[in-house]
């Protein structure tokens, strides 16, 4: 059976737990009706990543978006993505733990290498 982004996003939230120094946040966007019928938006913005966190002790901004194996990433997402990395913030798509992990390593390195000096 096929895993789902939400089995996978808890999975990344799990394993983000062991590396130190990385907070990671669920996040949620999408539209909701309220109760007098009128359309209202939630979340940071259309596009932004299913998971968002801060990487101490450089502050940096992460952002994953999380998929399937066979997800497909929409122009909205590339574009934070984008705009994350513009901003000097570590920003990919994961569609495992693995993935996570690789996307993460290099940041994960300079992170201890900058403590340690």
């Known amino acids: 059976m096929k895993a789902l982004e939400r089995d996978i996003s808890h999975a990344i939230r799990?394993?983000?737990s062991q590396i130190p120094g990385?907070?990671?946040w669920r996040?949620?966007?999408g539209v909701a009706t309220t109760a007098d019928g009128r359309k209202q938006r939630f979340g940071?913005?259309?596009?932004?990543?299913d998971l968002i966190g801060i990487l101490n002790p450089s502050g940096r901004f992460v952002a994953v978006e999380v998929?399937?194996?066979?997800g497909r990433i929409r122009p909205e997402q590339e574009?934070?993505?984008a705009?994350?990395?513009r901003s000097g913030g570590i920003a990919f798509v994961a569609r495992s733990v693995d993935d996570f992990l690789l996307g993460m390593r290099p940041h994960i390195v300079d992170a201890c290498v900058k403590k340690e000096d």
């Open 79 to 81: 574009m934070f993505l």
């Open 22 to 24: 990385l907070t990671l």
């Open 44 to 49: 940071l913005c259309v596009g932004s990543s």
């Open 27 to 29: 996040q949620n966007v």
């Open 14 to 16: 799990l394993a983000s």
């Open 67 to 70: 998929k399937t194996s066979t």
């Open 83 to 85: 705009l994350v990395r």
